[in-house]
């Protein structure tokens, strides 16, 4: 059974960085695979934040372009997200999320979440 777990996260001021970590494990034994961090805000829909491919290609929203990085260690199975300059709207809970072939809102593996919280 596929598990992933995040930690990190935290509260910050506007202006801020943090970095939200997610360890896979269990039975994964794919060389190709996704894993992703989404993010969800109260009352409103989940929304992807960045993913990366296991080649190491990553996307990411515009919202969080050239704030957010994510990185991707094939060896230990963990993606990190390093959030920089955090803004207000970035308060959220997220999370991981990893699949074998799209990394989407119907990703088949997701963790339970971590909050951020950015102050202004």
């Known amino acids: 059974q596929v598990q992933l777990m995040e930690s990190g996260g935290g509260s910050v001021q506007a202006g801020g960085s943090l970095r939200v970590s997610c360890g896979l494990s269990g039975a994964w034994y794919f060389d190709r695979y996704c894993m992703a961090w989404f993010r969800q805000a109260p009352g409103k829909e989940r929304e992807r934040v960045a993913v990366?491919?296991?080649?190491?290609?990553?996307t990411y929203a515009e919202s969080v372009k050239g704030r957010f990085t994510i990185s991707l260690d094939n060896a230990k199975k963990t993606v990190d997200l390093s959030m920089t300059n955090l803004k207000p709207e970035d308060t959220a809970r997220y999370y991981c999320?990893?699949?074998?072939?799209?990394?989407?809102?119907?990703?088949?593996?997701w963790g339970q979440g971590t909050q951020v919280t950015v102050s202004s």
């Open positions: 990366v491919e296991s080649d190491g290609r990553a």
């Open positions: 999320a990893a699949d074998r072939w799209t990394c989407n809102l119907n990703s088949r593996h």
